[in-house]
């Protein structure tokens, strides 16, 4: 008994410690400006606009390389990207794009695929890059054709809930291009964002004990992943708290007209952004506080953003936009907080070790066993690739290490629970489905080519494998007709 309740102590503080590091160091300067971005254009930009590149009528060779193009230049996450998914889709974007754009940010971003080249090696970013991209477009197109009926009911449910916009203003474009700097500002890793230009050393005798009365409380292995919670992550935890009571108190009732609340909660999203910015290095009784070129995008774009919604949108476009955000924040936020906390908890229960014995060849069973791994042992993007690299060590073949790495940033627990909330249930499963086979069928080539597989065979391979999956849906179209005929 003793050992069931120690059991049950350890998963619990997993959970809570995973989902304490999450908020603290992946939410405020990815996730919310995507949420913020997703709230923007669901407010303010025509239907006419998203359907144009992404509609369900559009021509194919039009709405799937823009939406996988889309995907591949935001260095994105799959709990950011969920948002921005959810603002397209209601905004009119077929189901087919707006799924390939859901399947190709977080996994073939510009700094996961670079990232995976330096640590793991070019060849794998390479296949990762194709093979994504392929099979990205690949189950957009499938999701749609499965679901037509369905889709075409969704665009005329969005031409009736977006009938009466016909143009973006000016003032409402400048806004949302200035979001999506904030979110490249606070996401890319390049020098000129690295870069501290001036430092602030501050004295605080306390900081060291309190530092380590957080590690104490939230512990971690960095070899698995795993990280802690600091003093500054700690201070944005209970900001987060703030903003969501204030949220509530001003924007849920925004239609009946704006209060303090609501301006209170705004300042205190664009505090808590600027506070997440600056680097922190602790030392022996003090802190050296760093301004980088982040910090210092990310102070502009917040002042111009407080300014704009003051300023230059309207009344009505100010209410929606915050509507909406916070709309998609309740919608989303809750299920994120179970699905991380559930992927602290099962993350203690899988060992590395069972690795090698498992995923060790290239079989099918390994590379399914390397898209499970993705799917209960989730880490934020670029965190996936040193994990990667310690499966490798341990002994994973490269062909299940591609499918982990595809099938990662697509199939985390939390990613399925809310995707599930936005298109259904029943077709986010089978898009898990899909994925899972897409991905397990992805570390096999590559893993066949590895092992010495010419790329002529590898090329066979997957022609003959898209060439079944077209015979199985031109087989199905058939029946279906001829049922139609029958009945008619």
């Given at each position: 008994?003793?050992?069931?309740?120690?059991?049950?102590?350890?998963?619990?503080?997993?959970?809570?410690?995973?989902?304490?590091?999450?908020?603290?160091?992946?939410?405020?300067?990815?996730?919310?400006?995507?949420?913020?971005?997703?709230?923007?254009?669901?407010?303010?930009?025509?239907?006419?606009?998203?359907?144009?590149?992404?509609?369900?009528?559009?021509?194919?060779?039009?709405?799937?390389?823009?939406?996988?193009?889309?995907?591949?230049?935001?260095?994105?996450?799959?709990?950011?990207?969920?948002?921005?998914?959810?603002g397209i889709y209601k905004k009119g974007a077929g189901l087919g794009p707006a799924i390939t754009f859901l399947f190709v940010a977080p996994a073939v971003n510009i700094l996961a695929i670079t990232y995976?080249?330096?640590?793991?090696?070019?060849?794998?970013?390479?296949?990762?890059?194709?093979?994504?991209?392929?099979?990205?477009?690949?189950?957009?197109?499938?999701?749609?054709?499965?679901?037509?009926?369905?889709?075409?009911?969704?665009?005329?449910?969005?031409?009736?809930?977006?009938?009466?916009?016909?143009?973006?203003?000016?003032?409402?474009?400048?806004?949302?291009?200035?979001?999506?700097?904030?979110?490249?500002?606070?996401?890319?890793?390049?020098?000129?964002?690295?870069?501290?230009?001036?430092?602030?050393?501050?004295?605080?005798?306390?900081?060291?004990?309190?530092?380590?009365?957080?590690?104490?409380?939230?512990?971690?292995?960095?070899?698995?992943?795993?990280?802690?919670?600091?003093?500054?992550?700690?201070?944005?935890?209970?900001?987060?708290?703030?903003?969501?009571?204030?949220?509530?108190?001003?924007?849920?009732?925004?239609?009946?007209?704006?209060?303090?609340?609501?301006?209170?909660?705004?300042?205190?999203?664009?505090?808590?952004?600027?506070?997440?910015?600056?680097?922190?290095?602790?030392?022996?009784?003090?802190?050296?506080?760093?301004?980088?070129?982040?910090?210092?995008?990310?102070?502009?774009?917040?002042?111009?953003?407080?300014?704009?919604?003051?300023?230059?949108?309207?009344?009505?476009?100010?209410?929606?936009?915050?509507?909406?955000?916070?709309?998609?924040?309740?919608?989303?936020?809750?299920?994120?907080?179970?699905?991380?906390?559930?992927?602290?908890?099962?993350?203690?229960?899988?060992?590395?070790?069972?690795?090698?014995?498992?995923?060790?060849?290239?079989?099918?069973?390994?590379?399914?066993?390397?898209?499970?791994?993705?799917?209960?042992?989730?880490?934020?993007?670029?965190?996936?690739?040193?994990?990667?690299?310690?499966?490798?060590?341990?002994?994973?073949?490269?062909?299940?290490?591609?499918?982990?790495?595809?099938?990662?940033?697509?199939?985390?627990?939390?990613?399925?629970?809310?995707?599930?909330?936005?298109?259904?249930?029943?077709?986010?499963?089978?898009?898990?489905?899909?994925?899972?086979?897409?991905?397990?069928?992805?570390?096999?080539?590559?893993?066949?080519?590895?092992?010495?597989?010419?790329?002529?065979?590898?090329?066979?391979?997957?022609?003959?494998?898209?060439?079944?999956?077209?015979?199985?849906?031109?087989?199905?179209?058939?029946?279906?007709?001829?049922?139609?005929?029958?009945?008619?």
């Amino acid at each position: 008994m003793n050992n069931f309740i120690e059991l049950l102590s350890q998963l619990f503080t997993s959970g809570t410690g995973n989902l304490a590091s999450y908020l603290a160091a992946h939410v405020l300067l990815c996730l919310l400006p995507a949420f913020y971005i997703a709230g923007a254009m669901t407010a303010f930009i025509p239907k006419e606009t998203v359907t144009r590149f992404l509609g369900r009528n559009t021509l194919k060779y039009i709405s799937y390389p823009a939406a996988a193009a889309a995907g591949f230049l935001l260095a994105v996450c799959s709990c950011t990207v969920i948002p921005l998914f959810a603002g397209i889709y209601k905004k009119g974007a077929g189901l087919g794009p707006a799924i390939t754009f859901l399947f190709v940010a977080p996994a073939v971003n510009i700094l996961a695929i670079t990232y995976t080249g330096t640590v793991i090696g070019m060849d794998i970013a390479i296949a990762r890059l194709v093979l994504s991209l392929a099979f990205g477009i690949g189950v957009g197109i499938i999701m749609a054709l499965t679901f037509r009926k369905e889709d075409a009911e969704h665009d005329r449910a969005t031409d009736a809930l977006f009938a009466g916009q016909a143009s973006m203003q000016k003032a409402a474009f400048i806004f949302l291009l200035i979001l999506v700097v904030l979110l490249v500002v606070g996401t890319f890793q390049i020098d000129l964002l690295k870069n501290v230009y001036f430092q602030l050393d501050l004295q605080m005798p306390w900081i060291n004990s309190f530092q380590e009365y957080l590690f104490d409380l939230v512990p971690f292995d960095s070899a698995k992943g795993e990280e802690g919670v600091t003093a500054q992550g700690a201070i944005l935890i209970g900001m987060l708290v703030l903003i969501g009571i204030t949220a509530w108190k001003g924007i849920e009732k925004i239609h009946d007209g704006s209060n303090l609340w609501t301006w209170v909660s705004t300042a205190l999203v664009g505090m808590t952004l600027i506070i997440a910015a600056v680097g922190v290095d602790p030392y022996a009784g003090g802190l050296n506080l760093q301004f980088t070129g982040k910090f210092i995008g990310v102070l502009i774009a917040t002042i111009l953003l407080g300014w704009m919604l003051k300023t230059k949108l309207t009344e009505d476009e100010v209410r929606d936009f915050l509507w909406e955000t916070w709309r998609f924040i309740k919608q989303i936020f809750p299920l994120l907080i179970v699905g991380v906390f559930a992927v602290g908890i099962i993350r203690e229960l899988i060992r590395p070790e069972w690795i090698q014995a498992i995923a060790g060849e290239n079989t099918v069973i390994g590379n399914f066993i390397g898209v499970i791994f993705g799917v209960f042992m989730y880490f934020p993007t670029l965190v996936e690739v040193p994990i990667a690299q310690m499966f490798l060590g341990l002994g994973m073949h490269r062909g299940p290490l591609l499918a982990y790495l595809i099938s990662d940033p697509e199939l985390s627990l939390q990613s399925i629970l809310i995707t599930a909330s936005i298109i259904g249930r029943f077709k986010a499963w089978i898009y898990v489905a899909w994925v899972s086979l897409f991905s397990t069928m992805a570390g096999l080539l590559y893993g066949a080519w590895v092992d010495g597989a010419s790329i002529g065979l590898v090329a066979f391979y997957l022609l003959a494998f898209l060439g079944l999956l077209s015979g199985i849906f031109w087989l199905a179209e058939s029946r279906k007709k001829q049922k139609l005929e029958i009945v008619e």
